[in-house]
């Protein structure tokens, strides 16, 4: 079966730093979201991409759809605290579709 | 996107009951999933419940455990049977469509936690 791996495990980062995570998949996607999971709560959807090579943003979050399908990244500008969390890369084979999820990133913001 | 919502959100039950998770979505979707994600780990799909027939389970996931039923576009339960410590987990829903098939939702989750 595919084969997603998303790194890094944990990030400690200053508040004021930029964070990235990426994910890679052994087998090419038609869909990559990235979800953010605060504790006690469901996965929040942060960013759809569907395009390879898609560059999407959204407030201080911009994702990427890798040119071959295979792996996608986010980037967090200017962390704060509220950034904190859990997000998780989750990728998509076909239309109808069951999510294939890595197996997350820990972000703690420190002040 | 959809509002959905989960019943129980949490619970503790004995080893060898069952307990039915409710989901409902405040509007129609075309496609309505059960996940697990046990504790500090990442999320394992269980089954996509389809309405009106039989879910389709994943690799590892079965009927008589995990029995799961769809009657309409906005409702979905699935049941955990006889349960063991190894059940404790978080069980989310999700969904998609009716207009965009590609893009999943979910629901706040339903921690369990069995002794």
């Known amino acids: 079966g595919q084969q997603l791996n998303q790194s890094p495990q944990s990030m400690f980062i200053q508040e004021g730093e930029d964070v990235s995570m990426n994910c890679t998949s052994s087998?090419?996607?038609?869909?990559w979201l990235w979800y953010k999971q605060d504790p006690g709560e469901g996965p929040v959807l942060l960013i759809a991409?569907?395009?390879?090579?898609e560059l999407t943003s959204n407030g201080r979050l911009t994702a990427q759809f890798g040119i071959t399908r295979k792996d996608s990244f986010l980037n967090i500008s200017a962390s704060i605290p509220s950034d904190v969390g859990i997000y998780f890369c989750?990728?998509?084979?076909?239309?109808?579709?069951?999510?294939?999820f890595g197996a997350g990133t820990q972000v703690v913001v420190t002040p | 996107s959809a509002v959905i919502s989960q019943k129980p959100s949490r619970d503790i039950c004995q080893r060898g009951t069952s307990l039915t998770i409710q989901c409902q979505v405040d509007?129609?979707?075309?496609?309505m999933f059960w996940y697990r994600q046990q504790p500090g780990q990442s999320l394992t799909l269980i089954a996509t419940a389809n309405q009106g027939s039989e879910a389709t389970y994943e690799s590892g996931f079965v009927i008589d455990k995990f029995p799961i039923s769809r009657p309409n576009l906005t409702f979905s339960t699935l049941t955990v049977s006889n349960m063991s410590p190894e059940d404790s987990s978080i069980y989310l829903c999700?969904?998609?469509?009716?207009?965009?098939?590609?893009?999943?939702?979910f629901g706040p989750g339903t921690r369990l936690l069995v002794l």
């Open positions: 087998s090419i996607f038609n869909t």
């Open positions: 991409l569907y395009k390879a090579g």
């Open positions: 509007s129609q979707v075309t496609m």
């Open positions: 999700s969904v998609t469509g009716p207009s965009d098939l590609e893009t999943q939702y």
């Open positions: 989750a990728g998509q084979a076909d239309s109808w579709g069951k999510l294939q």
